[in-house]
């Protein structure tokens, strides 16, 4: 077998020899729109976009509610046609009386405009977009509870939320991906203007683009043309900021049942007013036994159903504290570009230019556990545990952890994939180069409260449906007593010498400052 051994030697010194031309040519690790199209973030930033990263989506979705609220008329423009449109629907849904397989297709359903890189997805920029449940959903609730969409007289507007309000199968990124479907003609525009402007010629490509704009009189979508910017031989959208929100909409399910002891005084329907009122007083305060979150939410929906026009009510006192919505998503894109842009290029610079992370030839096994050991340095030794840290406080999601640790990982030749559902639940990644050369990379918290089930039981199962020997197991803690934690339930279930479990240290209160040691 000397033949493979040399034939192996050649490749590595040729991958090698690749990794550190694109180096020496590079002088930095890609992750950013200004990495890839070569256009400073600053541009991009007065330009008043995102920008996106092309690794991974940024968790960001557009909010109807700011285009809504928003002194832009363009924005105000987008919210209006998406109205129009719903009301569209509503007409033809009462005359039809059922969804017809080619309703659905061509009216009812719409794709994720993938091409943003924002959202909910934690492996690049494939989101499940909107499905049957959604196109079903809108369809019933035209036809019920939304009857009156557009004629509403207690709201200043109307508002397309209405539908998640009342709807479980309908959240936040089914929302967002609705409205995305409606700005993508300003989206194309926009994005279009900048690289005219700012992009070279051999980073951008004509595209013909579908579903860009509904033709009344034809009741049709059209397809249109645009000059924009290609990556993986795809186009790629900008976004304002000015759009963007995090977490939830400012109109939302959640929000609403919160908040309907505050809607309850300026309901002018004195019946429906004693009726909620009652409601909290009976049902809620008056229990023998302190009712459980899911049941509140339970007997507030049924409420709810009863009397739609509390939807109206909680929209108007949304609409009467309009200037928060502005104020709040503007503070959560902040510390979404603080962690996922800021502090994730100088974690990438720091592992670029402190170690060999990007430099190391593949094995999927022996290349993941020496990675998250440079990883690991860095937060350790290199003043890399400042970049899990956002207003003095630590990241709390393990959400955004595997993000990060999809964007500073994905600069190797190694396949990095989130598993979604291997046939026995979820893992974090799994690593692989070629079919036979694969491992699992599982990151949690220490904070996570099922952190000794997931040790115990999860790993062994991935390892049987994934067809793979290999995991490794990578615990981020954030201070002495999570530290202790995690060493207690490493000690029970007998894997404190487990090599495979890696702890990394990301406490704020015991580092020096940073060495100069290089791996």
Same mark, same amino acid.
């Given at each position: 077998?000397?033949?493979?051994?040399?034939?192996?030697?050649?490749?590595?010194?040729?991958?090698?020899?690749?990794?550190?031309?694109?180096?020496?040519?590079?002088?930095?690790?890609?992750?950013?729109?200004?990495?890839?199209?070569?256009?400073?973030?600053?541009?991009?930033?007065?330009?008043?976009?995102?920008?996106?990263?092309?690794?991974?989506?940024?968790?960001?979705?557009?909010?109807?509610?700011?285009?809504?609220?928003?002194?832009?008329?363009?924005?105000?423009?987008?919210?209006?046609?998406?109205?129009?449109?719903?009301?569209?629907?509503?007409?033809?849904?009462?005359?039809?009386?059922?969804?017809?397989?080619?309703?659905?297709?061509?009216?009812?359903?719409?794709?994720?405009?993938?091409?943003?890189?924002?959202?909910?997805?934690?492996?690049?920029?494939?989101?499940?977009?909107?499905?049957?449940?959604?196109?079903?959903?809108?369809?019933?609730?035209?036809?019920?509870?939304?009857?009156?969409?557009?004629?509403?007289?207690?709201?200043?507007?109307?508002?397309?939320?209405?539908?998640?309000?009342?709807?479980?199968?309908?959240?936040?990124?089914?929302?967002?991906?609705?409205?995305?479907?409606?700005?993508?003609?300003?989206?194309?525009?926009?994005?279009?203007?900048?690289?005219?402007?700012?992009?070279?010629?051999?980073?951008?490509?004509?595209?013909?683009?579908?579903?860009?704009?509904?033709?009344?009189?034809?009741?049709?979508?059209?397809?249109?043309?645009?000059?924009?910017?290609?990556?993986?031989?795809?186009?790629?959208?900008?976004?304002?900021?000015?759009?963007?929100?995090?977490?939830?909409?400012?109109?939302?399910?959640?929000?609403?049942?919160?908040?309907?002891?505050?809607?309850?005084?300026?309901?002018?329907?004195?019946?429906?007013?004693?009726?909620?009122?009652?409601?909290?007083?009976?049902?809620?305060?008056?229990?023998?036994?302190?009712?459980?979150?899911?049941?509140?939410?339970?007997?507030?929906?049924?409420?709810?159903?009863?009397?739609?026009?509390?939807?109206?009510?909680?929209?108007?006192?949304?609409?009467?504290?309009?200037?928060?919505?502005?104020?709040?998503?503007?503070?959560?894109?902040?510390?979404? +570009? %603080?962690?996922? $842009?800021?502090?994730?290029?100088?974690? &990438?610079?720091? =592992?670029?230019?402190? @170690? !060999?992370?990007?430099? *190391?030839?593949?094995?999927?096994?022996?290349?993941?556990?020496?990675?998250?050991?440079?990883?690991?340095?860095?937060?350790?030794?290199?003043?890399?545990?400042?970049?899990?840290?956002?207003?003095?406080?630590?990241?709390?999601?393990?959400?955004?952890?595997?993000?990060?640790?999809?964007?500073?990982?994905?600069?190797?030749?190694?396949?990095?994939?989130?598993?979604?559902?291997?046939?026995?639940?979820?893992?974090?990644?799994?690593?692989?180069?070629?079919?036979?050369?694969?491992?699992?990379?599982?990151?949690?918290?220490?904070?996570?409260? +099922? %952190?000794?089930? $997931?040790?115990?039981?999860?790993?062994? &199962?991935?390892? =049987?449906?994934?067809? @793979? !020997?290999?995991?490794? *197991?990578?615990?981020?803690?954030?201070?002495?007593?999570?530290?202790?934690?995690?060493?207690?339930?490493?000690?029970?279930?007998?894997?404190?010498?487990?090599?495979?479990?890696?702890?990394?240290?990301?406490?704020?209160?015991?580092?020096?400052?940073?060495?100069?040691?290089?791996?």
């Amino acid at each position: 077998m000397s033949w493979w051994r040399n034939w192996r030697s050649i490749c590595r010194r040729k991958y090698e020899d690749y990794i550190d031309e694109r180096t020496r040519r590079l002088g930095k690790i890609k992750v950013y729109f200004s990495d890839f199209f070569e256009v400073d973030e600053d541009i991009i930033e007065e330009y008043g976009a995102v920008n996106i990263s092309l690794i991974n989506d940024l968790p960001l979705f557009i909010d109807p509610f700011l285009l809504f609220n928003s002194k832009n008329p363009d924005f105000q423009k987008i919210h209006k046609e998406m109205i129009n449109y719903l009301m569209f629907l509503q007409n033809q849904s009462e005359r039809t009386h059922k969804l017809t397989p080619g309703m659905k297709k061509a009216w009812f359903s719409f794709s994720e405009v993938k091409q943003t890189w924002l959202g909910f997805s934690l492996s690049g920029n494939n989101g499940c977009g909107m499905g049957n449940d959604f196109a079903n959903s809108l369809y019933e609730g035209l036809n019920s509870i939304f009857k009156n969409f557009g004629e509403e007289k207690i709201t200043k507007g109307h508002h397309m939320e209405k539908l998640c309000l009342i709807s479980p199968r309908v959240g936040r990124d089914k929302i967002s991906d609705f409205t995305t479907n409606f700005a993508k003609h300003y989206l194309l525009e926009y994005t279009q203007n900048f690289a005219k402007t700012y992009l070279k010629p051999e980073h951008c490509k004509e595209f013909s683009v579908h579903k860009v704009c509904f033709n009344w009189e034809t009741t049709s979508w059209t397809t249109e043309k645009y000059y924009l910017p290609c990556y993986a031989e795809d186009y790629v959208l900008l976004t304002p900021t000015a759009m963007l929100t995090r977490d939830d909409t400012f109109i939302n399910r959640i929000d609403m049942i919160r908040n309907l002891q505050e809607i309850a005084p300026a309901i002018s329907d004195d019946a429906l007013r004693f009726e909620l009122e009652t409601y909290f007083r009976e049902v809620l305060y008056r229990k023998k036994k302190e009712l459980s979150q899911t049941e509140k939410n339970d007997i507030a929906t049924r409420l709810i159903k009863q009397h739609p026009e509390l939807i109206d009510y909680y929209m108007k006192y949304k609409e009467d504290n309009e200037a928060e919505a502005t104020s709040i998503s503007k503070e959560k894109v902040k510390e979404v +570009k %603080l962690l996922f $842009n800021d502090q994730i290029s100088q974690l &990438v610079s720091l =592992l670029n230019e402190k @170690t !060999e992370f990007y430099r *190391k030839v593949p094995d999927a096994y022996d290349e993941a556990k020496l990675r998250v050991g440079y990883l690991k340095h860095v937060i350790e030794n290199q003043d890399g545990y400042k970049l899990f840290y956002a207003k003095g406080k630590p990241i709390k999601r393990e959400a955004d952890l595997q993000v990060i640790y999809r964007l500073v990982w994905y600069g190797s030749p190694l396949d990095v994939n989130r598993e979604v559902n291997n046939g026995r639940g979820p893992v974090d990644y799994k690593i692989s180069y070629g079919k036979e050369n694969s491992t699992l990379v599982e990151f949690k918290l220490a904070s996570n409260s +099922k %952190l000794k089930q $997931n040790l115990a039981k999860q790993v062994e &199962v991935y390892k =049987l449906a994934s067809e @793979t !020997e290999r995991a490794i *197991k990578v615990i981020l803690f954030f201070s002495e007593k999570e530290y202790e934690k995690v060493c207690t339930i490493l000690n029970e279930l007998e894997l404190s010498s487990c090599k495979d479990i890696i702890l990394i240290d990301a406490r704020n209160d015991n580092k020096e400052s940073a060495s100069n040691v290089k791996l």
